[in-house]
């Protein structure tokens, strides 16, 4: 009899922000500012559990995976508890990882995130907190949006609208032939979240 994933999520200790044990079914595969993400080797689903503060996190994130069953863009989620959530495991490349790779970001490819966050707002929800790291080309080329905690927030968030921005302005005409190293990539978002995102709250009423 297989343990089952509410028995092998309980094997796994988190003081603070550090793993410190998991079973060895568990292949550490992400880091968040609130989780950490395993691979279950058992059945190749992913397992998001939540670190001890965020935990209250897990049935929020949970209920609006939910709201959003039936959407190609986001992973079905197969079972949630107090702390975790287990669902599809997504292979393929980060838009953060096509940026390193030279894999190009297509016109498609934000065209499906439009989609994807249009049908997240037909359902009541408020797209928000979406960069990079949280858009997927899977190996199928299909386009995949994940860690959709963030989605009930009720502020605006102009996040998209300005990684749509730089990638008409500045990476269809200058960048999208070559690799982008991750210390350049880091900079800007270094640069957007100390000093864009700090004037624009000056200026909130500002395009």
């Not at 297989?2 to 028995?7: A, E, F, R, S, Y």
């Not at 550090?18 to 968040?32: D, H, N, S, V």
């Not at 299909?142 to 860690?147: P, S």
């Amino acid at each position: 009899m297989h343990p089952t994933p509410q028995h092998l999520t309980s094997q796994v200790y988190i003081q603070s922000d550090r793993l410190i044990q998991k079973p060895e079914e568990y292949t550490l595969i992400g880091k968040g500012r609130s989780a950490f993400v395993f691979k279950d080797e058992r059945t190749n689903h992913a397992v998001k559990i939540f670190f001890t503060e965020f935990e209250h996190l897990a049935k929020q994130e949970a209920d609006i995976y939910a709201k959003l069953n039936g959407s190609p863009f986001y992973p079905k989620v197969y079972e949630a508890g107090h702390n975790y959530i287990e669902m599809e495991y997504i292979q393929g490349y980060t838009f953060y990882e096509c940026l390193e790779k030279g894999i190009y970001i297509s016109d498609e490819m934000i065209e499906k995130v439009d989609e994807a966050l249009a049908f997240a707002r037909s359902k009541g929800l408020n797209p928000s907190d979406i960069h990079l790291q949280n858009l997927i080309l899977t190996f199928d080329g299909e386009v995949k949006v994940i860690d959709v905690v963030r989605f009930t927030q009720e502020k605006a968030c102009r996040q998209w609208d300005d990684l749509k921005e730089a990638h008409r302005r500045v990476y269809q005409k200058k960048l999208f032939v070559k690799r982008i190293p991750k210390l350049f990539i880091e900079l800007v978002k270094f640069y957007y979240k100390r000093v864009i995102l700090p004037l624009r709250m000056l200026r909130p009423n500002r395009p």
